[in-house]
Each structure stands twice: as C-alpha cells, then as structure tokens.
C-alpha cells in the first residue's frame, strides 16, 4: 500500500527551515543582521484613483503562502523566530484580508497594524544593519529610513538559491499544474466548440478558478495565424472563418507559485499541421529526458534547435540539412525564443544566470540572445521545456533579405503559414534519475479523473 503524500503543513517547516538557513549565510556575507522584507504596496495610475493590479514581492511569498496583503513586512533574524508585521487595515472600501491562520501561523510571530506607518515601530531599531528586498515604492519612514537597499551579496544567495526547490515547493507547483492543466482542457473543449480567444480565454479562468490577474501571466490565446506572435494576448472577440488551428500558453498560480503550459492543435486532426504538432511533441518529449543532473540546459537549447530542424526538414520547409541550418542561423527563423526558463515563484524565476552562490553570470550561447537559463541542471530545480515552430513574416523577410532563401521551400512556407506556429510546454522536475514532469502527470491524472 502507498504512503500518503506528507501535507503542506509537514513539508512548510522544513521549507521554512531551508530559508532561515540561507538568509543567514546571505547576511553574513554581507555583514548584516536582519532580512527585512516588505509585501509590496499598492501603486496608482497617474493623474487617476485607480490602482494598477497588486503583486506580491517574491521574496515575501518565498516564505508565506499570502499573496494579498499589501503593506505588510517580514523581519528575519538568525537566531530568533521570523516576525510578520500583517498589516489589516480598518477599511469599508475594500475587502479586509481575513486574520492570520493557516497551517504557517504557528511559525512566526505575528503583529497586526491598522496603517501601513505603524511597521515601523516594529521593524529592526538600525536600518542600517538590514538588508531590505524590495522596490524603491516600499520605503517607509521619515527620510525613507526603511528604504529597499537590495545588497548584491543576499540577494545573489537567495537568487542562486531559489533555483533549488524544497519539497514543499515542489508540492505547491505540482498543485499549480493541477490548476493549469484543467483549465487547458476546458480551453480544448472550447476551441473544438467554435468559441472565439476571448471565450475561450474566459472559459480557461472559469475552469482554473483564477480571473486574470490571479493567473501568474496573462492569457496567450491564439487562433491561426495568431500563433505566429510569441506573446500575443490581443483576444479577438470573433472566431475567424475557418477556424484552422490553436495555441494556448497559458499558466496557473497556487500558493504564490506558477505553472506554465502551452499546447497546440489543429481543427482538423486528420491535417498535415496536426502531423507537424505531433512530431514536435515527440521531439519536445524527447527535450524532456534531457533534463538530467548534470545536464548544461544551454546544450538542451542547441540540441531543440538541431531537433526542431529535424522536423521542419521532414515536412519539406527546409531545404537544406538540420545541421547547415542551425550552422546558419536558419533555424532560429523558425524557432526565435529558448527553450525555457526556470520556474518557480516567478514565471521567468530569478537565477537563470548566474554562476555561484556569490554571483557572477553564464554566457548565453553565441547567436541565442533569447535563452532564459545558462546554468547547469542539478537536482530539484525546476524548468521549463517549450520547444517552437513558427511562420514569422518579418523573420522570414530577414532570412530571405540575408540572402539564406534558397534554404527553405517557399511554397511549403505558404501551405503553413495560415496557422501561424506550434509551441509545447511541460514543467520539469530535474532529479539525479529521470525527470519529473510535473505537467505530463497533472495532464495523465485529469484524464483519469474524468474518465471515473
């Protein structure tokens, strides 16, 4: 019989031990006694009432699981149990976050306030002995004396650090592709159905439980050659006629913490294009059991672009060999962007490039300006796979004016072209066997789910 899965609450005092750990070896090699870290504030439009949409800092969130409440403060000291200063404001006009509680409380001790000012009285006596990670707009204090400081030593620590996932958070981004991957179901399901990006956008939230400034990045929904567009979040109103093919990057958040998916499709299953997606997918796959301790995730990337060529030769749009056309650059027409990132707390999660726990920065690979991760797998880090082929006008236009034209089939080129591109996305697990793929398994449990 299996052993059930240990709960947040037994995983989050380990996490929380992880942390206190760092953070002290980060203040002493910057000589400093306290980690002070603000929620974040709320900022306002100019010349206006309105707020833009509140996110939490990250190195907040890296310790609570509290995502709404601006205007609080963390204060950790080594040695001491973690302060929260939790600021519950007496307020009619919004909604007031609920009173502290959850299976985190019994760790800190806990100050509430009534306005955001009265932190300070709580905050370390010297702000000059604390390291404050934050934005310039949490400064607090006569003269700004509680103003962000971010030291390089800390923060590169913590940054090198996070890449390195506790189980707890490996727990909470397991829950966060749950999410994710429900949703993207319900966003098939409305594509097949004829609903237009933006219904189908709303019917991702709906099944996610997350409006859109909940969800860790906003929505792209493609139709066509929407595709084409590597971040296109425009969500046209009308479905085109005919409707030939979909791609949907979208993600999920969960306790502070994001997944990131994307999946493609064609109308027709029975298409040349769906054949293309299914070949990418096998390739993507393929990336997957790359992601190994010990692997440099640069190669991941040059490996994806010899692949990815691969695939476009067998389709007829390259004329030339996969090798010639990464030794080109023809290739990167095609496939413009990484192959991922690490993800974790962010999306784009901090650390991609740098060298060791005292800083320094990997080199990306010549000609790949746009890879997010330089840095050599190890167990528990978490990363992105999303290999991509697109149809790009300009970047077409590039190759052809940089007299590389004869390396493609222009008339192939065209056939394509009306459906704009294919990306697939997983979340990996890296471990010192094979990887985890948190998205895959999310995916292969939901099916089972609703198959019951």
Known sequence: ????????????????????????TALERAGLDHLVIPSGTVHYQVFDDRDYPYAVNPHFKAWLPLTRTPGSWLVVTPG??????????????HVVPDAPSGYWVEHFDIV?????????????????RCAILGEPQSALGQYG?????????VVDHL????????????AMLRAANRHAVRAHRAAERAFRAGASEFGIHLAYCQAAGQDANELPYGNIVALNEHAAVLHYTELGRLAPDPVRSFLIDAGASHAGYAADVTRTWAADTGSEFQSMIDAVDTAQQAMVAQVRAGTDY?????????ALSGVLRDFGVLRVSPEEAVATGV????????????????????????????????AKPDGHPYLRLTRTLAADMVVTIEPGVYFIDMLLEDLRSAGKGDAVDWDRIEAFKPYGGIRIEDDVVCTDDAPENLTRDAWAQDVADTAD
């Open 298 to 306: 640069r190669q991941i990337h040059l490996d994806a672009h010899l």
């Open 145 to 153: 004396a509680y103003k962000p400081n971010n030291p390089q030593a």
């Open 159 to 170: 940054d090198y650090h996070r890449a390195f996932k506790t189980p707890y958070e490996l």
């Open 1 to 24: 019989m299996s052993m059930p899965a240990p709960s947040a609450a037994s995983l989050y005092a380990d996490h929380l031990a992880t942390l206190q750990t760092r953070a002290a």
């Open 331 to 362: 290739s990167a027409a095609f496939f413009p962007h990484g192959i991922g990132h690490g993800i974790g707390l962010q999306v784009h999660d901090v650390g991609g490039f740098i060298a060791a726990e005292t800083g320094g920065a990997i």
């Open 112 to 128: 509430v306030i009534r306005k955001p000012e009265d932190a300070q009285q709580h905050l370390p006596r010297n702000a000059a």
């Open 80 to 93: 001491a149990r973690p302060k929260l200063i939790y600021l519950q404001p007496r307020d009619y006009w």
